[in-house]
């Protein structure tokens, strides 16, 4: 096990807990559990799409390989989380508690789990804690809520630009986009051919790499910004 002050300065770093001193974590030791459970780089998912979001997890070192399929089926789209960050803490309250991802370990990683039953006992009781809290979740609900503003969509083009952004609204780094050519020109509303062809454009000036079925964007960030200006 880490030493103390070494394990509480990782903790203290983690997205929700900063602001939050060492002391303060020391007194949520027992009923919280705050060791970090360790897991080696595996095909084998750690989370899968759809279970129920029973807990706060933490991903404290490395990182993630995670993946989402639509409910029809028709598309998957995968991405990777680098340490440290919070996994899908939106999901953890509301209608559905369920995750929207697929989750295996790309690297050897370091997680942490706070069951829910436990957030309103100890954590929502730190100012700090509930403030952090509110901070992130506005965040990702004014990030979603701009990749679904009403947009004049004029050309294929700029569906298809739109419709990447509805997939990846607050992602960054590399991300996938796995699907079939007929099926993303059914999405966009047009024809399998005018979507191939702006495809192969992108990729031909470097802002996509086409491949069979799928096509990877390197910066999915960069893209976004220069594809909507």
């Not at 602001?19 to 780089?41: M, V």
């Not at 759809?50 to 807990?55: A, R």
């Not at 005018?194 to 454009?201: D, F, G, V, W, Y």
């Not at 086409?210 to 390197?218: D, P, V």
């Amino acid at each position: 096990m880490q030493d103390l002050s070494t394990r509480y300065a990782l903790l203290t770093r983690l997205p929700l807990l900063q602001g939050i001193n060492s002391r303060e974590l020391l007194g949520w030791e027992d009923a919280l559990r705050l060791d970090l459970d360790e897991f080696p780089a595996s095909n084998l998912p750690l989370i899968r799409q759809g279970d129920n979001c029973y807990q706060l997890i933490y991903l404290a070192e490395g990182e993630l390989h995670r993946e989402h399929r639509s409910s029809d089926y028709l598309y998957a789209i995968r991405s990777t989380l680098k340490a440290p960050a919070i996994i899908e803490v939106d999901r953890l309250f509301g209608l559905k508690p369920a995750y929207e991802h697929t989750y295996w370990a790309k690297t050897d990683v370091k997680m942490l789990g706070i069951r829910k039953s436990l957030l309103d006992s100890h954590l929502m009781k730190s100012e700090v804690f509930r403030l952090n809290l509110l901070n992130t979740l506005s965040a990702i609900a004014q990030k979603r809520a701009a990749a679904l503003l009403p947009r004049r969509l004029g050309s294929a083009e700029e569906r298809l630009k739109n419709f990447i952004q509805t997939l990846f609204p607050d992602q960054e780094g590399e991300v996938e986009v796995c699907i079939k050519m007929k099926d993303l020109a059914r999405y966009i509303g047009d024809s399998r051919l005018i979507t191939s062809q702006i495809l192969n454009r992108w990729n031909e000036e470097g802002s996509i790499q086409l491949g069979r079925g799928h096509f990877t964007i390197k910066d999915i960030q960069a893209f976004l910004r220069t594809r909507l200006s």
